[in-house]
């Protein structure tokens, strides 16, 4: 253990409830913008969507590295395995913002 980080907690139970706090931010921000009309419905829904799956990712790897840090299991194999659930976090969080089609960088011809 290299951190008393308490008990045990669902990483699952942890990304539904980010999931939901994400939705529900992101959509009280993109619907003023829609509202305003600096987006369209479809941007606002899609970039709703978007910060909802990456809040969840992010939480359910922040909880993975704090339940990683705090297991009884040897110093080198928390750190890799927290290392594993930061890198999974990062990457995830990279191929949301930048591999999901985004209407605004379609351009027609």
């Known amino acids: 253990m290299i951190f008393d980080t308490g008990a045990t907690r669902s ?12 939705l529900m931010i ?3 921000y993109n619907y ?3 509202k305003n009309g600096e987006i369209s419905l479809e ?4 970039h709703t969507f978007k910060a909802a799956t990456e809040g969840a990712l ?3 790897c922040a909880v993975g590295v704090a339940n990683a840090l705090g297991s009884q ?21 990279y191929a949301i913002r930048n591999f999901c ?5 379609i ?3």
């Open 11 to 22: 990483i699952l139970g942890h990304a539904v409830s980010g999931g939901i706090a994400s």
């Open 26 to 28: 992101s959509g009280v």
């Open 32 to 34: 003023t913008k829609f």
């Open 43 to 46: 941007n606002a829904l899609q």
């Open 58 to 60: 992010i939480t359910a």
């Open 73 to 93: 299991k040897d110093v080198l194999n928390n750190l890799l395995e927290s290392g594993a659930y930061l890198a999974l976090g990062v990457a995830g969080s």
């Open 101 to 105: 089609v985004d209407s605004q960088k």
């Open 107 to 109: 351009t027609s011809r």
